[in-house]
């Protein structure tokens, strides 16, 4: 007869300890607000217009002429690219946009104005 009342006074302290207890809020900050975390890494890629007199424009594996032929986009396609990097020069652009999606470089000279060297981040790991 002893044991139930006995096992009751053991359990109650333990329900008491397990049941949560919502803690306050933390105070906001004033003008703080919740950030988007996609917006935080992907805040540098554009979309941009190929432009070209000359029909499809080559992306390369590498910023350079030098580099291999890894696709071709068709002028006046649009296109997501992430970043840039300062290689060769053609027409006085010396930028190279990214395209993460072929993993492969454009000439800034193909690319709109939307991919300019104040809209793209200089890492592809951004």
């Known amino acids: 007869m002893r044991f139930i009342p006995a096992l009751l006074a053991l359990a109650i302290p333990l329900a008491i300890t397990a049941s949560p207890i919502p ?4 105070p906001r900050l004033p003008g703080a607000s ?3 975390p996609g917006a935080l890494f992907e805040r540098a890629t ?9 029909g499809d424009v080559k992306c390369r594996a590498k910023p350079s002429f030098s580099g ?6 068709p002028n006046n396609s649009v296109w ?5 990097k300062s290689s060769d020069c053609y027409n006085g652009n010396c930028t190279w946009d990214y395209n993460a999606d ?10 709109s104005d939307n991919c300019s060297v104040s809209k793209l981040d200089t ?3 951004s």
């Open 46 to 54: 554009q979309l941009c217009k190929i432009i070209s007199s000359d």
């Open 102 to 111: 072929y993993d492969c470089y454009v000439n800034g000279y193909y690319t």
């Open 68 to 73: 291999a032929v890894k696709h071709s986009f």
């Open 34 to 36: 919740p950030a988007d």
């Open 23 to 26: 803690e306050e809020e933390a």
């Open 123 to 125: 890492s592809i790991n």
């Open 80 to 84: 997501y690219f992430k970043c840039y």
